[in-house]
C-alpha cells in the first residue's frame, strides 16, 4: 500500500471531524436537531480505497480523536468506529461499484455506529438510553448520511483517482 492513499484518508478524516465538531457542533447547524454522522460517512466511503488493516486503524484514530474533541468518555466512539470500520472494510467490495450498495451501506453502518455508541455509553454509566428522543437521535444521523453519501463519496473517489504522472502530458 502506498503511504499517499493512507496520508490523504487521514487528511480526509480530521477535515471531516473539524467539520463535524465545528460547523455540525452543538448549537450550530442541525437540521431537524441532529447533526449528520460525516466522520463515519467518511469512514465508510474510505472502505475501497485503504486496505482493510489500514482501514480499521484508521476508525480507531478517527474515533480517539472525535473522543479526545468531545466531553464525552474516552474511548466510547472508538469503539464504535472501529467496529465501522471493519464492517465497512467487509463490505466493500459489494459497494464499491454500485451507487445503491453505497447508500444501503452509508445508512445501515451509520445505524450501526450509533446503536453501539448508544448501547456501550449506557453500559459506562451515560443514561443515553433514558433519553427523550434517543430513537431520533440514533436514526436522523443515518438519514441525514443518506443524503450526503453521495457527494461525499464522488469527492472520495476524486481524491483517490488515478492521475497522469508523466511531464510531458
Excluded: C
Excluded at 478517527?62 to 472501529?82: E, Q, R
Aim: aromatic share 12%; glycine share 8%; net charge positive.
Amino acid at each position: 500500500m502506498r503511504r499517499s492513499r493512507i496520508v490523504i484518508a487521514l487528511i480526509v478524516v480530521v477535515i471531516a471531524i473539524v467539520l463535524q465538531t465545528t460547523v455540525f457542533g452543538a448549537g450550530r447547524i442541525q437540521p431537524l436537531g441532529v447533526a449528520p454522522a460525516l466522520v463515519v460517512l467518511v469512514l465508510i466511503g474510505l472502505a475501497p480505497y485503504v486496505e482493510p488493516e489500514y482501514h480499521v486503524l484508521l476508525g480507531f484514530t478517527a474515533g480517539i480523536l472525535v473522543d479526545l474533541v468531545g466531553s464525552g468518555t474516552l474511548g466510547l466512539w472508538a469503539m464504535s468506529f472501529t467496529i465501522v470500520a471493519f464492517l465497512a472494510g467487509r463490505l466493500r467490495a459489494r459497494y464499491a461499484d454500485s451507487i445503491v450498495w453505497s447508500l444501503v451501506a452509508a445508512f445501515t453502518l451509520t445505524l450501526v455506529a450509533q446503536v453501539v455508541y448508544v448501547v456501550v455509553s449506557t453500559l459506562f454509566g451515560q443514561e443515553t438510553l433514558g433519553e427523550p428522543n434517543v430513537v431520533a437521535k440514533i436514526v436522523m444521523p443515518a438519514v441525514w448520511n443518506l443524503v450526503l453519501a453521495y457527494p461525499v463519496f464522488w469527492i472520495l473517489r476524486y481524491a483517490y483517482a488515478p492521475r497522469d504522472r508523466s511531464w510531458a502530458s
